[in-house]
């Protein structure tokens, strides 16, 4: 797989700073949990809402959007969380909340339906240090992962994803999240999995303005030079194929400075809670976001889970343009052949995503993600979000240079994210 899988044979999803499906509002940067890999300082402030308000009015004037992933910090901790979904909600966008889910409870889920909530995003994994599940694996803790996608079952009408960061020491469980996602089919609509990345000292010095910039600093540097944060997006996809032979990605998005990197990588399958059928194509993938954006301007995020429950529609109508649907379509026609009585089972759809922020080239320069959806807003600019905490400390984004390089000029070249 990380050697046969070609960029150009698959759909090169179109979005761009300025017309992309996603904009990432961060009301907090307080949190409930401490996570081993995550890119932010826990600062126990809020925004106000006057604050959340100018945020969403950058968005509106520089970025065409779909929907609003609320996060932070954690987003369930901010006290005026119904009044920002509502605000969202009357933009004419989506509000979808990523969240740990420590703080959700039923009622307040209820709460924020009724507010416009779309959809959420929980980050669940092994590493979080969450009471009562410190020391679990991450196909154990797939049980709490179970009890978020219940709670969301049981309200209704909620998009539900899950994200895990993906370590060294995990990764070969990630095809056991897999598998748990495809038995929830039904409710779980999409699984991320986020490759783990930190800036390393080892190897490079850190420059802002000609002036070396203090890198211990900030949240997301580590001086363990034994932990990996190299691992690819190719490794993830190698490590569900060994286990699913099936499995194959149908689209991406490149890194800034590598063509062929796959910064995204999304597969899209189809299946019911006893088992996949198959998995569609680049073609099914190009026909939903171009349509999308012609019949409402804007690209695709996070499809209501009454669309995604057309399984067998979609096998139906869309395999005369898409290779993979015709194999899913056959797939799915010779198990009904086996088990008749399986007609009457609905047939999903399931996302199924694998992140590789950002990587270090060996000349310093940082390979982001081209088309990045997660951009957040600092002092009325986009910016990346997973190296916000750089603008917030520096004033600027940080330069790497190779140990021994030359020391880059007083005025970095401008972050130019796309």
């Given at each position: 797989m990380p050697e046969t899988l070609d960029h150009r044979s698959l759909y090169r999803l179109p979005w761009s700073l300025t017309d992309n499906p996603i904009a990432w509002l961060e009301p907090t940067q307080a949190c409930n949990l401490a996570c081993d890999g995550c890119y932010r300082?826990?600062?126990?402030?809020?925004k106000s809402i006057d604050e959340v308000q100018s945020d969403l009015d950058v968005f509106a004037r520089l970025r065409n959007f779909d929907g609003v992933s609320i996060a932070g910090g954690d987003p369930l901790v901010h006290p005026q969380l119904p009044e920002i979904v509502r605000r969202v909600t009357r933009m004419g966008r989506k509000a979808i909340i990523n969240t740990n889910g420590l703080a959700m409870t039923p009622e307040l889920l209820r709460e924020l339906k009724r507010d416009g909530l779309i959809g959420l995003t929980f980050h669940v994994d092994s590493k979080q240090g969450r009471p009562g599940w410190r020391d679990k694996t991450e196909t154990e803790t797939n049980a709490l992962r179970q009890q978020y996608a219940d709670m969301v079952f049981?309200?209704?009408?909620?998009?539900?994803?899950?994200?895990?960061?993906?370590y060294e020491d995990t990764l070969h469980e990630v095809p056991d999240i897999a598998d748990w996602a495809a038995r929830n089919i039904d409710r779980v609509?999409?699984?991320?999995f986020i490759n783990y990345r930190a800036a390393t000292v080892a190897g490079f010095e850190y420059y802002v303005g000609g002036e070396k910039a203090p890198i211990r600093d900030l949240v997301y540097t580590r001086e363990d030079e034994k932990r990996r944060v190299d691992i690819s997006a190719r490794e993830v996809a190698a490590t569900l194929k060994a286990r699913d032979p099936e499995?194959?990605?149908?689209?991406?998005?490149n890194g800034?400075?590598?063509?062929d990197s796959f910064k995204w990588l999304l597969a899209f399958r189809a299946g019911t809670t006893k088992r996949v059928h198959g998995y569609l194509g680049p073609r099914f993938m190009e026909l939903s976001q171009a349509s999308h954006h012609v019949v409402t301007g804007r690209?695709?995020?996070?499809?209501p889970p009454w669309t995604l429950s057309v399984g067998r529609s979609v096998l139906a109508t869309a395999w005369p343009v898409d290779a993979g649907v015709r194999r899913t379509a056959v797939s799915y026609l010779r198990s009904l052949a086996l088990q008749p009585w399986r007609a009457l089972d609905k047939v999903h759809l399931q996302s199924v995503l694998i992140i590789q922020p950002i990587d270090l080239l060996e000349d310093g320069t940082a390979n982001m993600c081209d088309g990045c959806p997660d951009m957040t807003v600092h002092e009325g600019k986009l910016v990346w979000s997973c190296r916000l905490e750089e603008p917030r400390s520096f004033g600027a984004f940080v330069t790497a240079v190779p140990e021994g390089g030359i020391t880059p000029p007083c005025r970095p070249e401008p972050a130019r994210p796309s």
């Open positions: 300082k826990n600062v126990k402030e809020h049981e309200v209704g009408g909620l998009a539900c994803a899950f994200n895990s960061t993906v609509h999409t699984v991320v499995f194959a990605p149908c689209a991406y998005l800034t400075h590598s063509p690209y695709l995020s996070y499809a």
